[in-house]
């Protein structure tokens, strides 16, 4: 699978960003999308995934009110968006698939190149 982020930028705190992921070359491993992100100094967190063919979606603690993961097989994509986002929420935030619902990097098969979101106080 090939997996390509976009959306990254610079937002205000209180605002609104919308990450996507085109997805391409879907394999029987890749049943599940997911959004990761990296802080500088931080292990890589998982933020939200989202079963492919089911849409059964799953959130960290911190991404549950805030946050929503979507996809949308016709297109190919997977999204993420970011309302309220908070300076803490600054990384570079990454989509991966993984072949069953993860909570950590470990489980994820394949990444695409991370997209970065900066949140200004």
């Known amino acids: 699978v090939q997996l390509q982020a976009s959306g990254g930028g610079l937002v205000q705190a209180g605002g609104s960003l919308s990450l996507s992921c085109a997805v391409s070359g879907l394999t029987t491993s890749d049943n599940v999308m997911n959004w990761f992100r990296q802080a500088p100094g931080k292990e890589r967190e998982f933020v939200a995934g989202?079963?492919?063919?089911?849409?059964?979606?799953r959130y960290a603690d911190f991404a549950k009110d805030r946050f929503t993961v979507s996809r949308d097989s016709a297109k190919m994509t997977v999204y993420l968006q970011m309302n309220s986002p908070k300076p803490e929420d600054t990384a570079v935030y990454f989509c991966?698939?993984?072949?069953?619902?993860?909570?950590?990097?470990?489980?994820?098969?394949?990444w695409g190149q991370g997209t970065q979101v900066t949140v200004s106080s």
């Open positions: 989202v079963v492919w063919r089911e849409g059964k979606k």
């Open positions: 991966a698939s993984s072949a069953r619902p993860v909570s950590t990097a470990a489980g994820a098969v394949s």
